[in-house]
């Protein structure tokens, strides 16, 4: 089966205090997704990375990055964390952009 | 703009009542159809999926979906419900002509009662 890992999966950070999040998946996946998914909300596509290219949603605030340093990683920077930013944060990958996503655990952050 | 609707947001059953939940989405083109589910404190899983071929699919756990294109619909069912399916469950939708993002419905909260 198809393993995406997320770490941590809790975590709680300052109001403005920058913070990552990290995923990492075993299946050489060449898609990896990052979604934001609040209390009783559908997820949300805030960006992915087909291999290298990264694609943005329009929607997606400036305050949120991502990296991708190799296949197996891609990161979720927060640079200023607000309140509204208090999500769970899904990390998923897939072969293609058509094929089936699989997703992480979800890491929940919580802004203090 | 691309939306897909999942009717009701709670939904309560006996064990061994029957389940159908309702997912209908807005594109005219090909799509792919998924149904996810979310067991409390757990990830989004795959229950089952539809690209091509047979409208009736048949997922994990005793659930089966039916894709009825003239209805632009791909209803969940289960014949009879466990208690063990208490979870959220998540209609998603993919398709080229929007760039292939996986648009999710709002989703629908099962809760079985033993």
């Known amino acids: 089966d198809a393993m995406v890992i997320q770490n941590p999966r809790y975590q709680v950070t300052q109001f403005g205090k920058p913070v990552t999040l990290s995923c990492s998946q075993t299946?050489?996946?060449?898609?990896m997704y990052w979604y934001q998914q609040k209390s009783s909300q559908a997820p949300k596509l805030l960006f992915h990375?087909?291999?290298?290219?990264?694609?943005n949603e329009a929607d997606t605030p400036d305050n949120f990055q991502s990296r991708r340093p190799n296949t197996s990683f891609c990161f979720l920077d927060i640079r200023s964390p607000g309140l509204g930013d208090a999500a769970m944060y899904l990390c998923?990958?897939?072969?293609?952009?058509?094929?089936?996503?699989?997703f992480g655990p979800g890491t929940r952050l919580t802004v203090l | 703009a691309q939306s897909v609707s999942q009717h009701n947001h709670h939904v309560i059953l006996s064990e061994a009542a029957s389940l159908e939940l309702g997912c209908n989405y807005s594109?005219?083109?090909?799509?792919?159809l998924f149904w996810y589910v979310q067991y409390p404190g757990q990830h989004l899983q795959l229950l089952l999926k539809?690209?091509?071929?047979?409208?009736l699919v048949k997922g994990i756990k005793g659930f089966e979906a039916e894709f009825i294109k003239s209805k632009f619909s791909f209803n969940l069912r289960k014949p009879s419900v466990q208690w063990s399916d208490t979870a959220e469950y998540f209609c998603?939708?993919?398709?080229?002509?929007?760039?292939?993002?996986?648009?999710f419905g709002a989703g629908t909260i099962l809760r079985v009662k033993s």
């Open positions: 998923a990958g897939s072969d293609t952009l058509t094929d089936t996503q699989y």
């Open positions: 539809y690209f091509s071929g047979d409208p």
């Open positions: 998603a939708v993919n398709a080229w002509e929007y760039g292939n993002k996986l648009v």
């Open positions: 299946l050489n996946h060449n898609v």
């Open positions: 594109y005219g083109g090909t799509v792919n």
């Open positions: 990375y087909y291999d290298k290219d990264f694609n």
